[in-house]
């Protein structure tokens, strides 16, 4: 016997972030702390949104100290930010954004100490009282987490990364626009694309039975093969859209689980602050090639989707897909040295992700596949 559950509500399409104004005043939220980074906070389309619910008569108070791999005391901040004069909580940017403003919405009215709630050290149970009233508005199209249930946060001094989860944290609303994207440096709109890809294929290869997952993972894949070249290179709104989808599609699809990719990308972003989404994209053929001998049926059926050609493998192919966006394909163009392997490795066999993978790995796996990432 299996439990399923599904997203909240989403307003999805170009230019569904007019709607917010009139949604908050709907639901009596007059004054949202919104929690967003120091470069969204500048950009013209954030200005404008607040121009627009402060000439409807609402109080914007907006936060926006975080790292880009957000730590406790992002959180902290932010939770004093919000104190008695906030009435919700709105979330407006990437992973990271996303994740504080979900951390921030759990401490409101839970008082312990921030990772006595680990959902891995059994924190979940703790997790009883009430959530502000939290909405989300992702600007780019890689973790999904606009409709995610969970946050990443990490300790201050050791950069461990610690998960707070409860099916309460999910978004009560979501506006998902793709025009929120366009501004996005081709770079970027490259390695969230290709986190997005690592979503879905990791979900799908996780052990476990959740074929509506499966599924979702797989038209995932298909949207994000045939739109992130497009979109990288423009604004091409049908690619913007499918990017966006893909990208919430995936949030969903992880729900089964994710992989040894992840595991390998969480201790870059940990030890040497490198973008979750870039980790993943020249983490992503390297981790697929060590699965491949025990998930030849799936990587068939991911080939397919690529519409590949007879002989052509998955990571060949996900490897291609990065040259031609222009990502790197080895670890050392993102700064990684032989010297940081050691601690890498560590941190990566005993990471959250890697028990879903399809196949077992000890360290002497994980350090061989950073040494061919290198």
Known sequence: MFSFSFPTSVSFGPGVISQLPGYLKQHQLN?????????????????????????????????????????????????AAYQDQCDGIIGIGGGSSLDVSRAVALSINHHEDLFKYDGLTGGTDLINAAIPYYITVPTTAGTGSEVGRSAIISEDDS?????????????????????????????????????????????????????????????????????????????????RSDMLMASLMGAVAFQKGLGIVHALSHPLSTLLDMHHGLANAVNLSYGCAYNQTVCEGQFKRIAWQFGLKQGQTVHEALMEMNYRLGLPTKLSECGVKEDHLYDLSNLAVKDFCLPQNPRPATIDDIKSIYIQAL
């Open 31 to 79: 004054r949202p702390l919104v929690v967003t980074d120091s470069l969204i906070k500048e950009l013209p389309f954030f200005r404008k949104l607040m121009e627009d619910l402060r000439s409807q008569g609402l109080s914007p108070l907006v936060f926006s100290e975080i790292n880009r791999n957000p730590i406790k005391s992002d959180v902290l901040k932010g939770k």
């Open 159 to 239: 950069k461990r990364k610690r998960i707070l989860f409860h099916p309460s944290l999910m978004a009560k609303q979501v506006f998902a626009d793709p025009e929120l994207t366009y501004g996005l440096p081709p770079e970027i709109t490259a390695a969230t694309g290709m986190d997005a890809m690592a979503h879905h294929v990791e979900a799908f290869l996780a052990k476990g039975y959740h074929p509506m997952c499966d599924g979702i993972a797989l038209e995932g894949m298909r949207l994000i093969w045939n739109s992130l070249e497009k979109a990288v290179l423009s604004s091409d709104e049908g690619a």
